[in-house]
T-cell receptor, first 113, second 114 residues
Framework: QQQVKQSPQSLIVQKGGISIINCAYE??????FPWYQQFPGKGPALLIA?????SEKKEGRFTISFNKSAKQFSLHIMDSQPGDSATYFC????????????FGSGTQLTVLP | EAGVAQSPRYKIIEKRQSVAFWCNPI?????LYWYQQILGQGPKLLIQ????????DSQLPKDRFSAERLKGVDSTLKIQPAKLEDSAVYLC????????????FGPGTRLLVL
């Protein structure tokens, strides 16, 4: 029940295209859903996050879509750029002092020039 | 504001040897996490500290792994003895605590056990 399932494992997109990464969860106690971006040799960095009381959140070219009834959320990268090439992780956590993150398995995104 | 610092960045050891990793969280962050990230997988939580107390170490292999955060600031993670399957990146993250959800990650220590 603590799992977060992420797909696809890898994604290749042309420059200017839209990248879409999907995640699904089972535990309805999750109340915070961040996306992290990780470049080779670096630690994950928070990209954008959403709470289940909204269905969409947009920051620049990055948008999270959230479907509470389906227990799914996705990351959309508009106008994808070669500099977006990285590994993306979805995650989820439960309210409380622990705030432990359960991560998806990651999606390696390659944006071709 | 300085980020989360970790050292060393890389370590190569032979199996059955011991190794220690160090983490300095962002100043003022009460909560500190250690994660293990195996190649091709998402980070997996090993242990969580709140100040100098352990909040959760349920996923820490306590027969070989240990961690401490004696003064509520820096933390060390130790493996003794190391096994081949311990080859991974060890990530440290910190969070300000309270209602602040964001975890900030360090660059990690890449461990190779031969």
């Amino acid at each position: 029940q603590q799992q977060v399932k992420q797909s696809p494992q890898s994604l290749i997109v042309q420059k200017g295209g839209i990248s879409i990464i999907n995640c699904a969860y089972e535990n309805t106690a999750f109340d915070y859903f961040p996306w992290y971006q990780q470049f080779p040799g670096k630690g994950p960095a928070l990209l954008i996050a959403i709470r289940p009381d909204v269905s969409e959140k947009k920051e620049g070219r990055f948008t999270i879509s959230f479907n509470k009834s389906a227990k799914q959320f996705s990351l959309h990268i508009m106008d994808s750029q070669p500099g977006d090439s990285a590994t993306y992780f979805c995650a989820a956590s439960i309210a409380g002092s622990a705030r432990q993150l359960t991560f998806g398995s990651g999606t390696q995104l390659t944006v071709l020039p | 504001e300085a980020g989360v610092a970790q050292s060393p960045r890389y370590k190569i050891i032979e199996k059955r040897q011991s190794v220690a990793f160090w983490c300095n969280p962002i100043s003022g962050h009460a909560t500190l996490y250690w994660y293990q990230q195996i190649l091709g997988q998402g980070p997996k939580l090993l242990i969580q500290f709140q100040n100098n107390g352990v909040v959760d170490d349920s996923q820490l292999p306590k027969d070989r792994f240990s961690a401490e955060r004696l003064k509520g600031v820096d933390s060390t993670l130790k493996i003794q003895p190391a096994k081949l399957e311990d080859s991974a990146v060890y990530l440290c993250a910190s969070r300000k605590s309270g209602s602040q959800e964001t975890q900030y990650f360090g660059p990690g220590t890449r461990l190779l056990v031969l």
